[in-house]
């Protein structure tokens, strides 16, 4: 079945894994730019990043038919480099014009900081500025909750932002109906150990059904598998799902996401 | 939305929920085995309450662990940070 990764970090990843992920059926990727392992040190780190996501990956993809589109910020553990962040955030419009960007992210909170909440609503002011969609990293673990809650209250307290424009991903069990009864998109993240398993996301998904809901792999240089949707599909169709409720989540969904930003093409 | 039976899921989960709960048991004996003190340890504790809802008759159990494993929300935490606010409605 053809499907659609919202969120993978192929910069980390090997060659040999876009061809895994072409033989598994994905067709398109979107890959936010993210934390590196390590902090760093100056603004022209980012604008080497900013042209490795715009420019390297979608010609690596391209040799395997993938689609690749990308997200561009400064994430949340960097954040609290305040003077840093902002001049990343400065130096961002250099690159929004770029033929796959897709939008500001993933933008979020870590540990739920001030400085955190500080650089986050200055990304918002950003997207905002540039009409730009938005994509959204909720923090892990213990602090996801009240991270969640407190991206949703800032989002909330903006009435410049558009929701269907949103997607706050990683969500589980106790932050999925936060987010989608608040008009925003969620994305299920299928991670070994700190988030949640294809059997979680089949179970979010019986409950809350398929509106506005997606799944994504987030593979990184971490313990990850960017394979991990087609396990969903797996799962789902053991469980009798039809395929058009699959192919609704792993492949319409984000492409109706995405449609809303000018440079998303596939399909 | 197909939505399959509970005898149906009994019959296909069973042996995948009884590894699971073999796991659980084997790290609980092996914390017992090992030397030291973690009668204290807020992890013990919040494992133990974790099982507990997982015995209970209440349902939700996915949704209670995981709160029960979360730092708490303040809804009054704009003001504590002493966040700007962005409502910029009407501007």
Redesign the interface.
């Known amino acids: 079945m053809e499907y659609i990764d919202p969120h993978l970090h192929m910069v980390s990843r090997t060659t040999d894994d876009y061809e895994t992920l072409a033989r598994m059926g994905c067709v398109a990727i979107s890959e936010p730019a993210f934390w590196a392992g390590f902090d760093r040190g100056s603004v022209d780190s980012f604008r080497d990043y900013f042209r490795q996501l715009t420019d390297f990956e979608p010609k690596r993809a391209a040799q395997y038919g993938i689609s690749h589109y990308t997200w561009l910020c400064i994430n949340a553990k960097e954040a609290e480099n305040v003077t840093l962040s902002r001049e990343v955030i400065a130096m961002i419009p250099e690159f929004l014009d770029a033929k796959n960007v897709l939008g500001i992210g993933e933008i979020g909170l870590n540990k739920?900081t001030?400085n955190e909440?500080?650089i986050f609503?200055e990304h918002?002011?950003l997207a905002v500025k540039y009409n730009q969609q938005i994509l959204i990293h909720t923090p892990h673990?213990?602090?996801?909750?009240?991270g969640t809650?407190?991206i949703l209250?800032?989002l909330m307290?903006?009435?410049?932002i558009n929701r269907s424009r949103v997607l706050v991903d990683h969500v589980?069990?106790?932050t999925i109906e936060h987010v989608l009864e608040n008009g925003f998109w969620a994305g299920m993240t299928l991670y070994p150990v700190s988030k949640c398993t294809p059997q979680?996301a089949a179970?979010m998904i019986?409950r809350y059904?398929p509106e506005r809901l997606m799944a994504n792999s987030a593979g990184d240089w971490g313990p990850s598998k960017p394979t991990a949707i087609p396990d969903l599909i797996m799962e789902m169709k053991?469980?009798?799902?039809?395929k058009e409720?699959i192919r609704r989540v792993v492949y319409e969904n984000p492409k109706t996401f995405f449609s809303q930003s000018k440079p998303f093409v596939h399909g | 939305?197909?939505?399959?039976t509970a005898a149906q899921i009994i019959a296909?989960e069973f042996l995948i929920a009884r590894a699971k709960i073999l796991e659980l048991a084997a790290t609980l004996d092996r914390l017992d085995r090992a030397d030291g003190d973690i009668e204290n340890s807020k992890q013990l504790v919040l494992l133990s309450q974790g099982m507990q809802i997982l015995c209970d008759s209440e349902s939700d159990k996915?949704?209670r662990v995981?709160?029960l494993?979360?730092?708490?929300?303040?809804?009054e935490?704009?003001e504590k940070?002493?966040?700007?606010?962005?409502?910029?409605?009407g501007s």
Not at chain 1, 157 to 160: I, L
């Open positions: 739920n001030r909440a500080t609503l918002l002011d673990l213990e602090d996801k909750y009240q809650r407190m209250d800032m307290g903006d009435s410049r589980e069990e106790h979680r179970d019986e059904g053991k469980r009798g799902h039809s409720l | 939305m197909h939505e399959r296909d996915a949704k995981q709160l494993m979360s730092r708490q929300y303040e809804p935490w704009i940070m002493a966040i700007r606010r962005r409502d910029v409605e």
